[in-house]
């Protein structure tokens, strides 16, 4: 990882950028993935013994329905921004992080395979470490610029 220069406080002031955190075929992916888990589960739905459904399976089998539909949604709708000095990512729970509080960054970007690995930037502020996702080339080159410093 790479430290965070101090002159990155000049890129909070002079950029900004916005776009999607996901990129196109990622979502087309995780579209096909939820449909492929709802398909293959209508044949067992169908031979299910629905008296034999306990409350239990009923809780599990909502929650992971849920969890699986919330993070998807997120997925297609997430946006990334840097802005006012602070990069921020929609998402179930929003990330923010002032960019003067940043003490580490790593931006990881594979060239040709965006489309599978979504380009981060991931951020130490302390202990712990947020991961920002990008799919707009506007935002992954000021997160290109936050880490080298330029």
Request: with cysteine; hydrophobic share 55%.
């Amino acid at each position: 990882m790479s430290d965070t220069p101090a002159s990155v406080d000049g890129i909070a002031a002079d950029f900004v950028a916005e776009g999607p955190a996901f990129p196109l075929l990622i979502k087309l992916v995780a579209t096909l993935f939820v449909a492929a888990i709802v398909w293959s589960g209508l044949p067992a739905m169908q031979q299910m013994q629905w008296s034999e459904f306990t409350d239990t399976a009923a809780l599990v089998w909502g929650c992971a329905a849920a969890v699986t539909g919330l993070i998807y949604f997120w997925m297609l709708k997430s946006r990334t921004s840097i802005r006012d000095g602070v990069i921020e990512q929609t998402w179930i729970w929003n990330k923010r992080i002032a960019i003067d509080q940043i003490r580490q960054a790593k931006f990881i970007y594979v060239p040709h395979l965006t489309w599978l690995i979504a380009p981060r930037l991931v951020v130490r502020s302390g202990v712990s470490a947020t991961v920002f996702y990008a799919a707009d080339p506007a935002v992954q080159k000021a997160f290109a610029r936050l880490v080298s410093g330029g």
